[in-house]
Every structure is written in structure tokens, then in C-alpha cells.
T-cell receptor, first 114, second 111 residues
């Protein structure tokens, strides 16, 4: 399977705990995005990487959220001190260099904060 | 005002009819416009993009762009029950990196 892979697919945690999600993009794609989606809403942009460089981060993103893409391949999204409002589907997408906006989404990681 | 606005629906059309989905955006500097389809419980998938004013056709789908009026639309001809999904309009941001999505329009095609 050469699609975007996300892990874990589901995560249930207690308020205050830290969680980390991993995304493996399509191998030849150097653009990587993280989005968050809640029920009835469209995906909300979180952050963007081009290779290993984080070039954009949503101004609405709390300091509890951090993302990395250390070698320009896989990426991780960490949420510290989770809150119930963090419950959502976290979507990773990758994109070929020359196709701005052509995003290939993974299956998502669903977070439930109790 | 949200950057990308869509009527959440649901929009119900009979099988074989034309479904018309609309989207408005606030940033006049936006250059790229996309329609994604999202089936229930699945992730979004790109179905069309348009960069220039006018119409762009791809099979049963036609995207229409009017930059002066800041709206984008998607027409689905000969709608099929398998077209039942949420259609997300997405517009590139000022930075050119992020895509900003609307909340989506739910389409139901009834047999």
C-alpha cells in the first residue's frame, strides 16, 4: 500500500495526558499537512511541512500542539496536557511538489479525550 | 466571517438530476480552488480543481469559478446514489501553503 499511513487509528486518553500521532506520507511527496476535523465541520488546517521545514502553523493552534518531521519523511503530531476539546479526527495529508492543493489524505487518527 | 462558506445542506436530488453545490470565499487573493468529496467515515478525496475563471469539465463534474463574485460551484450531472457524500470546497490561503476548507455540503441522491 503506497497511500498515506497514520497511526494509531484510534486513541482514547484521559484529560491531561500527552498523545502522539504518526504520519507516513506517500514516499515521493515532500509536502505534508496536518488537519483536524470534528463532526459536521470541514478539515481545519494545523500545520504544513515542506521536507523537514515547518513553514506554516495555524495561529489558532495552541502551544500544547507540536509537530515534527525530522528527516523529511514521517511526521509526528504531539498534543500535551490533552483537553476534552481536543477530541477530533486528526488527518495527515501529503502532496506532490508541483500540485498545490492536491492533497492525499490518510485514514486519520481519532482522538477521544475523557 | 469564515474564509470559505458553504451551505451545510442536506441537498437532496433525485437520481439522474443535476446537483448544484456552491461555495463563497473571502480572500480576493486566492488563486486555487478545489472540490473534495468525503464519504461518511472516510477521508476527503480530491475530485476537481480550478484556477481560472469559467468552467472546467471532467466527466459528470463541472467546476465553475467567478473570481469577481468570489464564488465557486460544482455541478454533478446525472447524479447517482453513489454520489451521496459531503462535498468540501477548499481555497488556498494567503501564504499559498494551506488549504482552507468550508464545512461541506451534504448531498443525498435518492433513487
Amino acid at each position: 500500500d503506497t497511500g498515506v499511513s497514520q497511526d494509531p487509528r484510534h486513541k482514547i486518553t484521559k484529560r491531561g495526558q500527552n498523545v502522539t500521532f504518526r504520519c507516513d506520507p506517500i514516499s515521493e511527496h515532500n509536502r505534508l499537512y496536518w488537519y483536524r476535523q470534528t463532526l459536521g465541520q470541514g478539515p481545519e488546517f494545523l500545520t504544513y511541512f515542506q521536507n523537514e521545514a515547518q513553514l506554516e502553523k495555524s495561529r489558532l493552534l495552541s502551544d500544547r500542539f507540536s509537530a515534527e518531521r525530522p528527516k523529511g519523511s514521517f511526521s509526528t503530531l504531539e498534543i500535551q496536557r490533552t483537553e476534552q476539546g481536543d477530541s477530533a479526527m486528526y488527518l495527515c495529508a501529503s502532496s506532490p511538489t508541483l500540485q498545490i492543493g492536491e492533497l492525499f489524505f490518510g485514514e486519520g487518527s481519532r482522538l477521544t479525550v475523557l | 466571517q469564515k474564509e470559505v462558506e458553504q451551505n451545510s445542506g442536506p441537498l437532496s436530488v433525485p437520481e439522474g438530476a443535476i446537483a448544484s453545490l456552491n461555495c463563497t470565499y473571502s480572500d480576493r487573493g486566492s488563486q486555487s480552488f478545489f472540490w473534495y468529496r468525503q464519504y461518511s467515515g472516510k477521508s476527503p478525496e480530491l475530485i476537481m480543481f480550478i484556477y481560472s475563471n469559467g468552467d472546467k469539465e471532467d466527466g459528470r463534474f463541472t467546476a465553475q469559478l467567478n473570481k469577481a463574485s468570489q464564488y465557486v460551484s460544482l455541478l454533478i450531472r446525472d447524479s447517482q446514489p453513489s454520489d451521496s457524500a459531503t462535498y468540501l470546497c477548499a481555497v488556498n490561503s494567503n501564504s499559498g501553503y494551506a488549504l482552507n476548507f468550508g464545512k461541506g455540503t451534504s448531498l443525498l441522491v435518492t433513487p
